[in-house]
């Protein structure tokens, strides 16, 4: 392929969904510095193979190398000393994480408690294993179909289904004291 035609194909096909692959590195490193490096591997593996992608989903295709680019990096990171974490990597997730939630009105009490609850539930999700965390965030965040999860994950429909109804379950639980207190 020449590479003029090549960029331009990249461009159109994938880039659109920078986001999303964003999104999922926050959600699986739980840290905005090491998702931007994550994410810029995995854009760097996707233009290098991107003569061999042949399909109509480039969302998912990308969001494959991403998830794939992740373990990689969280393989070599299990080797090396573990690293303080700073208060900046615990909040990684701001505006446009697929979390926030209109506001019904400018009420301050209205609108603490929305914060309070999706802090509550960023924290949750966090809190998930790896495993469940992964597909419940290309579920309800990315909206993507059991079939896109279970080809970018390489697991079969019904262990999606199974991963999905058991993290649920998972973040029902952890939610259920916060929602006591409350």
């Known amino acids: 392929m020449i590479d003029s035609t090549k960029k331009q194909r990249f461009q159109a096909s994938v880039l659109p969904h920078l986001n999303s692959a964003f999104n999922l590195a926050c959600w699986l490193t739980r840290s905005r510095q090491d998702a931007e490096d994550v994410v810029q591997e995995a854009y760097l593996r996707a233009f290098k193979f991107f003569d061999g992608f042949h399909g109509d989903d480039s969302r998912a295709w990308l969001l494959t190398i991403v998830r794939n680019t992740f373990y990689t990096w969280y393989q070599v990171q299990q080797k090396q000393p573990q690293q303080t ?25 209205t609108l603490l408690m929305q914060k309070d609850s999706e802090r509550q539930l960023r924290q949750a999700l966090q809190a998930l294993p790896l495993e469940f965390r992964e597909v419940m965030v290309m579920r309800e965040l990315e909206e993507l179909s059991y079939k896109q999860i279970a ?7 019904g262990t999606v289904m199974s991963r999905l109804g058991r993290g649920r379950k998972l973040l029902a639980t952890i939610l259920a004291p916060a929602r006591q207190e409350a």
């Open 85 to 109: 974490v700073f208060d900046d990597d615990v909040e990684i997730f701001q505006a446009g994480d697929g979390l926030d939630m209109a506001a019904a009105d400018n009420n301050p009490e």
């Open 151 to 157: 080809a970018i994950v390489g697991i079969p429909i």
